[in-house]
């Protein structure tokens, strides 16, 4: 019973920091940021020397786990910063239909590239060994990293909460995403709310590169793709462009699939992602804003 | 007495200005005729132009053409008209595509390969071109009953609605094994290596995507899209109206995975997913999503460019040294073209223009 819990916990966490990664930049820009999940893959291939050998070479994988997830994070952050100064930029003004679809195109040429260093095949990399430990608690046994993860998800959570609040930057990226014209109307610099947005959702990026690398083991340039459509849909579903709504999205999402893997009929599992997709829809039919709907983003008349 | 005036005007029309009322229909179809004419003659002509040559793997390029014309225009019947993105019609193509399959394996085997499949199915052979109608059909209802739950969406949420779809499919497919294979391929579905029943597909997608535009609920559609307030409060019921364009294009796309299916003899639920969804979006964005001349020309412009890179990826020989660009090369040009077309042009090489021979003024 712990057990399950403590699965949907960290799976729910992984759907959380994603989903809060593409609600960041939706409520500052109206941007459903497809590249995301390239991103995810994009910053822990950054570990590894281009080459095509199926065993990873290790580059700044090596380095110890105090300066190996600055790396990641900061890579991740850069990534996206490049993305938005070069491409999303000029899209300030597009509709959002024709946001969705540069972004898209974007994650493309993202995964491309990589393929074009690092082939399609999946590389089997050890990061963070010491994370595989099982440990004991309440007579559970449990995997260090899924404690790990959930320790780590509710810190960045708290941070960031601390940081919308109590900061300065955080005030204006928060009056931003309620009404960005006003905002910039009142003296908020847009380019640095947008560009700090996309940071921080490129170091949530690269926190769930980590995570999922060192819990699969493989490195494929498709991983980003499964959890940032789970975030998608934790974002729509929690209300777009709202941040708590993301995050308590995220934790129902994870929940839903472990609870769906351990009582589903054995037959029926393989196709769990399957029911999933299918209760999304159900749900957004009954509330097409979301359970947490932003101000700002109801559909006016 | 506003409020009455409309009943009263209705009343009033002497029947001779109904009965005219009808022609006014006929000349909208004739003043569009041109069009799907024009486009068709396009395709006849690159046809023919690939008969006379005779080359086999010429053919078989300009066979992929076709299919994505096929497949460009179902998407254009519901995203061009509707306005809404949809990332979820790669689906129905996928349905098609294992129901052509499905019908048409050699029975003996099929009762190996694909043994949960129902009794009159494994016994059944059909000659491709009723598994092609049949295949669209099943993709069609298969869209009326997903779209009768996702037309109640609008905009952001129904774009990621689609794209749960999309990956709803997707999973079903690579798991079902005794139905679908699995993610390992179905293979034996009888290739069709001459060009005609795909020319002939896609004219027929281009000719449906025409009368629907000039349908009723075509029009109605359009009207929804360009100002959706004003067409509710004129009547139009926009979520039956969108549903209808699903249904259509639903059916296009199931035809199109049919002809994918029968084009190269083999299909995976991957051949149906992310990269054929970013191929025909980005064919029917370059061209322009609000007319089908954009979609066709967008396919026939952008299958061109790919086959050079292609070519480009295999290696051009020059004076002994072979210049090979590394794979991928491909897809990032696809995609850093449609990044720089919908910063210049957003709504596409041709804008919402359509082909005609004669360019009338528009905007009357």
């Not at chain 2, 029309?13 to 799907?36: G, N, Q, W």
Request: charged share 10%.
């Amino acid at each position: 019973m712990l057990q399950i819990l403590f699965d949907a916990l960290s799976l729910g966490s992984l759907y959380a920091l994603g989903a809060l990664g593409i609600a960041l930049i939706f409520g500052v820009m109206r941007l459903v940021n497809f590249a995301h999940g390239d991103v995810i893959a994009f910053s822990v291939f950054a570990l590894l020397w281009p080459s095509t050998d199926a065993l990873a070479i290790v580059f700044a994988g090596q380095l110890p786990w105090y300066l190996l997830i600055p790396f990641v994070l900061i890579v991740g952050a850069l990534l996206s910063v490049l993305c938005e100064i070069v491409v999303y930029r000029r899209f300030r003004h597009a509709s959002p239909a024709t946001m969705m679809i540069a972004s898209f195109a974007l994650g493309f040429v993202i995964r491309y590239f990589l393929l074009m260093l690092f082939t399609s095949r999946p590389k089997s990399i050890s990061l963070l060994p010491a994370l595989g430990q099982p440990v004991e608690i309440f007579g559970a046994r449990l995997p260090l990293l899924q404690l790990i993860t959930i320790v780590a998800t509710i810190c960045i959570l708290l941070a960031l909460t601390l940081f919308l609040r109590r900061t300065r930057f955080g005030l204006e990226m928060r009056a931003a995403a309620e009404n960005f014209s006003m905002a910039r109307m009142l003296g908020v610099r847009a380019n640095n709310v947008i560009m700090g947005a996309f940071a921080i959702s490129g170091a949530l990026a690269g926190a769930i590169a980590l995570i999922f690398g060192s819990q699969t083991g493989t490195l494929d340039i498709q991983m980003g793709a499964s959890v940032m459509l789970m975030a998608f849909i934790a974002t729509v579903i929690g209300g777009l462009g709202s941040l708590p709504g993301a995050v308590l999205a995220g934790f129902l999402l994870g929940a839903a699939s472990v609870v769906m893997q351990v009582f589903l009929p054995i037959d029926a599992r393989p196709f769990r992602d399957a029911f999933v997709y299918g209760a999304v829809i159900l749900v957004l039919l009954f509330s097409p804003q979301g359970l947490i709907s932003a101000r700002g983003t109801k559909e006016r008349v | 007495m506003t409020a009455a005036s409309p009943t009263m005007s209705a009343q009033a029309v002497p029947p001779s200005a109904v009965a005219e009322h009808k022609p006014a229909r006929f000349a909208l179809a004739r003043k569009t005729i041109m069009t799907p004419i024009l486009l068709s003659l396009l395709l006849v002509a690159i046809a023919v132009l690939t008969y006379l040559t005779g080359s086999r793997p010429f053919n078989q390029t300009v066979i992929d053409v076709f299919v994505r014309v096929t497949l460009v225009v179902g998407l254009y019947i519901f995203i061009g008209n509707s306005g809404v993105l949809s990332f979820g019609h790669i689906a129905f193509t996928c349905l098609g595509g294992y129901a052509a399959a499905w019908l048409t394996i050699n029975p003996i085997m099929k009762a190996s390969a694909l043994p949960g499949l129902p009794q009159f199915i494994l016994d059944l052979r059909l000659p491709y071109w009723q598994s092609a109608v049949i295949a669209a059909i099943f993709a069609g209802v298969a869209a009326l009953i997903l779209g009768k739950v996702l037309m109640r969406l609008s905009g952001i949420a129904a774009s990621i609605a689609t794209f749960a779809v999309l990956a709803m499919i997707n999973t079903i497919y690579a798991n079902w094994d005794s139905v679908t294979g699995g993610t390992s391929s179905v293979v034996g579905i009888p290739i069709i290596r001459t060009i005609w029943p795909y020319l002939i597909g896609a004219i027929i997608a281009i000719f449906l995507a025409w009368a629907h535009a000039i349908s009723r609920s075509g029009l109605a559609l359009r009207a929804a899209r360009d100002e959706p307030t004003a067409a509710a409060a004129s009547g139009v019921d926009i979520p039956r109206e969108r549903l209808v364009a699903f249904v259509v294009s639903g059916a296009v796309m199931g035809l199109g995975g049919a002809l994918t299916a029968h084009s190269v003899g083999v299909v995976t639920p991957d051949t149906f997913y992310l990269g054929l969804t970013f191929i025909t979006l980005s064919m029917l964005v370059v061209g322009g999503m609000g007319s089908l001349s954009g979609a066709v020309i967008g396919v026939v412009l952008l299958s061109a460019l790919i086959q050079i890179l292609r070519w480009m990826e295999a290696g051009i020989s020059i004076a002994e040294t072979t210049i090979a660009l590394p794979k991928g090369v491909q897809e990032i040009a696809l995609g850093v073209i449609m990044i720089v077309i919908l910063a210049l042009r957003p709504s596409g090489l041709l804008g919402n223009r359509e082909v005609t021979l004669f360019q009338r003024k528009r905007n009357r």
